[in-house]
Structure formats: structure tokens, C-alpha cells
């Protein structure tokens, strides 16, 4: 629901156009990598601008200004694409972009893949990035998002019983659920919605908070259209979740922010006063 006249333009309309025209899958892997790394750009600035309501101070800010910080990982550095600071705190809350833009290609058989290739890669990255981070602030809190098409939800062959039957969504779902969930421990014998709140105590330092795969539409009518969709629930072995098992944008912003006030409870809660006879 808007109060709008006209309804705001799909979440992630603006960041793919000024990502520019997409390469295709068969495109020189410079031109593949270079639209990967504006696209996350825009990505990061459309993030961070939803956030900025509760984080005035998140980067990058308003002009773009702050996608410089960079941390040392296993391999190399890495960069922090949304960042909330406090000044006495530290790291409060980044969130990690990632983008899965082109089905793999393999230029020495000019044959086209599935969308599978570098999920693990991406694994390892966030690994390094989660390690870095929490071992030294431990109350910050690490949000994953892997941007992708809706079009890896639609591969994979229902017939057939094998791991490469299920989509390439479900296998990134599957993969990257080994990656969430620091600060939550499952009650062992209890349902799947029972966890214990560890918060910052939890040693589990290569761990995100939350991890979610952001499925968009690239063409059509629906251009931009985004759904979230959070790996620590099960995925449709094939085909695209529903709706009712993914987040809007806008419900997404609010559980990356529930995250950060549910690891800052500093103020106390009170009891409901008793009616009063008097009154």
C-alpha cells in the first residue's frame, strides 16, 4: 500500500539501469566483471538509502561517498559495502553484497551452463569476511544478500532424483545456509521456529546473522521487481518460492533492522500496569 498517487517504482528498477546494459552470458569476462561490479555498487547505495532512517551515518551516504573501507580477508582484501558505525561502538551492522548476474559459460567448449559455478566461491568470501569482522567486534551484526535472477529458480529437472535435479536457486539456498545463524542455537528435539538467543556470545565467528537470496526480475513489465528469500528456511527443490515465503523489500529492511536492536537490548522492558480501581 502506497499513499502515493502513482506506486513507487519497482525496489531494484534504478540500480539495474544505472548498472548500463548487461553483457551477455558469452561476453568477454572483463565486460561481465566490471557490470557485476557497478551493478553491486548501485546495489549497495539502494540498501543503504532504505536503512538510512534508522542509520543516518550508514555508507555509502546520500552522494555515494564511503564504499572504500576495505578488510583483510584469506585472500586479499574486502570491501564493506553497507556499513553502519558508531564511534564509541565500532561496527554496528554491514551488510555483504553479492550478485550472481550470468549463467555459466565455458569459453573452451562454447557451451552454457546453469547458475552454479561460483556459489561456493561466494561461500568462502563471506566466510573470511564473517571471520574478520566478528572476531573483532563480536556485537556487530553481518547481513548476506546474493542477488540473482528469478531464471535460476527455473532450471533443474524435476524427474530426476540426482543433485543436479534441483534448480540452481535451491542449490545456492542450500550452500549459503551454512553461513547464517550466529547468535541462534536450535533447541535440540524442538520445532524449527525454537532457538536459544546467544547473541554476541556466540563463538561461531565465521558465521553471517542472517543470510538471503534477493531474486529479481531483469526484463518485462516487471522489471526490478524484488522477493527475499531467507536460507534458513526450506527452498522449493524446483521452480520459484512463493510469495508468502519471501520478503518485500521493505519487510526485508525491517528484519535487517529487528537483527540489530534484537543485539542491542540495552533498555529495560516493563510489565503492564494493573487496572486500576481508582481510575
Known amino acids: 500500500m502506497t499513499d502515493h498517487l502513482f506506486p513507487d517504482p519497482p525496489a531494484l528498477l534504478r540500480p539495474l539501469a544505472l548498472a548500463g546494459d548487461k553483457p551477455a552470458p558469452d561476453a568477454d569476462r572483463s565486460d561481465k566483471k566490471n557490470y557485476a561490479q557497478r551493478l553491486s555498487n548501485h546495489l549497495a547505495q539502494t540498501v543503504a538509502d532504505a536503512l538510512r532512517p534508522h542509520y543516518p551515518n550508514i555508507t555509502p551516504d546520500a552522494m555515494g561517498v564511503g564504499q572504500e573501507a576495505q578488510v583483510d580477508v584469506a585472500k586479499g582484501r574486502k570491501r564493506l559495502d553497507v556499513k553502519a558505525l558508531d564511534p564509541t561502538l565500532g561496527l554496528i551492522l554491514c551488510v555483504s553484497i553479492k550478485t550472481y548476474s550470468f549463467r555459466d559459460f565455458s569459453p573452451r567448449t562454447g557451451k552454457f551452463g546453469r547458475w552454479t559455478k561460483n556459489i561456493v566461491r561466494n561461500d568462502h568470501e563471506l566466510r573470511g569476511e564473517a571471520m574478520v569482522l566478528h572476531q573483532r567486534q563480536p556485537y556487530s551484526v553481518l547481513v548476506a544478500v546474493m542477488f540473482e535472477p528469478f531464471a535460476t529458480c527455473d532450471d533443474g529437472d524435476p524427474s530426476k532424483a540426482s543433485d543436479i535435479g534441483k534448480s540452481s536457486f535451491a542449490h545456492h539456498v542450500t550452500t549459503l545456509s551454512k553461513r547464517s545463524g550466529r547468535g541462534k542455537r536450535a533447541v535440540v528435539g524442538g520445532t524449527s521456529r525454537m532457538w536459544v538467543d546467544l547473541g554476541a556470545e556466540d563463538t561461531r565467528y ?31 527443490r524446483n521452480g520459484r518460492p512463493t510469495e508468502a515465503q519471501t520478503l518485500s523489500f521493505d519487510e526485508f529492511v525491517a528484519v535487517v533492522h529487528g537483527e540489530v536492536e534484537r543485539r542491542n537490548k540495552f533498555a529495560p522492558t516493563w510489565s503492564e500496569p494493573e487496572d486500576s480501581e481508582d481510575g
Open 206 to 236: 565465521d558465521l553471517f546473522e542472517k543470510v538471503f537470496v534477493g531474486l529479481y526480475e531483469t526484463d518485462g513489465p516487471d522489471r526490478g521487481e524484488v522477493r527475499f528469500f531467507d536460507v534458513d528456511e526450506s527452498p522449493p
